[in-house]
């Protein structure tokens, strides 16, 4: 295990992306959290809960602006060098509510997921451990320029493999653990170090220039409405 940081500067939101009380995804988050103090990271620890907001509606945008669900998930994503969400898979794919939670905290410019460092995290009974629906979260994150890691982690028969709220085999709690650690590893050196960030970009293939297709200019004359996120003509 990585030795703590004297002065930890790493700061991390952690996300239980699961409405439900006693949640696997729940657990999952709490055990991600402790992985990241142990790092020697400063944790956020929040649910999705904690973000409540309507469907999205442009006309309800227009009207009302972005609601505070959305504004509080903004603040502490801003605030934060790196996210990690822990989700559920619903019917192979991502929750209907963490994607509405995106979609209005898309709306905010600057748009605040852009270059953040991300990672996915999931706990299912089932066999795949809930990794389908990690791979169609990772769409409109990236989308919106986050840099999301590639190694996800997907806890198989959650149900069983917890033993309170550890992790109960110990092969597979390094694992965890080390995947964890891994990401805030790099999420710290491109936080010191800025050539990380070109570096990231270009292992991800994107052409130079390529931002201007999934982030808003700054320049909000220069920023049409619904250029990323969800479109307020849709």
Not at 52 to 67: K, M, N, Q, R, S
Request: charge should be neutral.
């Amino acid at each position: 295990m990585s030795q703590p940081r004297v002065n930890p500067t790493l700061k991390v939101l952690v996300v239980a992306a699961s409405l439900r009380e006693g949640s696997l995804n729940h657990k999952l988050a709490n055990r991600a959290a402790r992985a990241c103090q142990d790092y020697g990271a400063k944790v956020d620890l929040a649910t999705i809960g904690d973000f409540a907001v309507p469907l999205y509606d442009g006309d309800l945008e227009t009207a009302h602006g972005i609601p505070a669900g959305a504004e509080d998930m903004k603040r502490r994503l801003v605030a934060s060098d790196a996210f990690l969400i822990a989700s559920p898979e619903y019917n192979g794919s991502m929750p209907g509510t963490i994607k509405n939670l995106i979609d209005w905290t898309s709306r905010f410019r600057p748009q605040p997921f852009d270059g953040r460092h991300g990672l996915l995290l999931s706990a299912s009974p089932s066999l795949a451990g809930g990794n389908r629906g990690l791979w169609a979260l990772r769409v409109p994150l990236e989308h919106l320029g986050a840099r999301i890691y590639p190694d996800m982690f997907s806890l198989a028969m959650a149900h069983k493999a917890f033993a309170g709220d550890e992790i109960a085999d110990p092969a597979l709690r390094a694992r965890f653990v080390t995947n964890v650690q891994a990401f805030l590893s790099l999420a710290e050196a491109a936080k010191h170090y800025p050539c990380m960030k070109r570096a990231w970009v270009e292992f991800l293939g994107e052409p130079p220039g390529g931002e201007v297709d999934r982030v808003d200019p700054m320049d909000p004359v220069a920023s049409p409405p619904g250029a990323a996120g969800p479109s307020s003509a849709a």
